[in-house]
């Protein structure tokens, strides 16, 4: 079987994975459309050649583990990305665009914490990015029945308003109180 664009058997040609924007870009695709496979497979080859481990490849890299139930390397990437979005280095704006009320309500209340996301965003509202690292957290503790983790994490700016939080808060009280 040849492949259309070459003239050497499809076998023979040297297969090269292609770290550049369009190939995350499509890891983000196949997050955004819940093909955790094809997602999985793409972010595992970017991370493993990646020297600069980004925030937005670290977190879409933990969202596949998350839904891999590899809890444990979820909480390591996802500890990861809020360092790296504490330190100095990550390029914060003290002047943050404000995202409209409306929006940020569809936020808190939808699971848009388990969508993917692109390097430039990570530069335009990094507390936006904290609350969704921090909501993924979350759902990580709960998962590992970490209930007091749960309860710290909910106490965060912000935390209270999220619908993932309030239902996994309000179990891990009652789960802890067994």
Same mark, same amino acid.
């Given at each position: ?10 076998? &023979?040609?040297?297969?090269? =994975?292609?770290?550049?924007?369009? &190939?995350?870009?499509?890891?983000? *695709? ?8 094809? /997602?999985? $497979? ?8 990646? !020297?600069?481990?980004?925030?937005? @490849? ?9 839904? /891999?139930q590899e809890y444990s390397k979820a ?18 704006? &003290? ?7 409306? $929006?940020? *309500? =569809? ?7 388990? $969508?993917?996301?692109a390097e430039t965003i990570t530069h ?5 990015? !904290?609350?969704? #690292?921090?909501? $993924? @957290? #979350? ?5 590992? %029945?970490?209930?007091? %983790?749960?309860?710290?994490? /909910?106490? @965060? ?10 239902? /996994? ?10």
């Amino acid at each position: 079987m040849q492949n259309i664009n070459s003239n050497q058997p499809y076998s &023979t040609q040297k297969k090269i =994975i292609d770290t550049s924007d369009s &190939t995350f870009s499509d890891g983000i *695709t196949y997050i955004n459309t819940e093909q955790w496979a094809f /997602a999985y $497979l793409v972010f595992s080859k970017i991370y493993k050649i990646s !020297k600069n481990k980004t925030i937005s @490849l670290s977190y879409n890299m933990a969202l596949c583990h998350f839904t /891999a139930q590899e809890y444990s390397k979820a909480f390591q990437l996802l500890s990861e990305t809020l360092t790296q979005l504490s330190s100095p280095s990550s390029g914060s704006f &003290t002047n943050e665009v404000a995202a409209p009320a409306n $929006l940020l *309500t =569809i936020e808190y209340e939808t699971n848009a914490h388990r $969508l993917a996301f692109a390097e430039t965003i990570t530069h335009l509202h990094q507390n936006l990015i !904290k609350l969704r #690292v921090r909501r $993924l @957290l #979350v759902d990580v503790h709960f998962a590992l %029945e970490k209930w007091e %983790e749960v309860i710290r994490l /909910a106490a @965060l700016p912000d935390m209270d308003k999220c619908q993932n939080v309030k239902i /996994a808060l309000e179990k891990s009280i009652q789960n802890q109180n067994k």
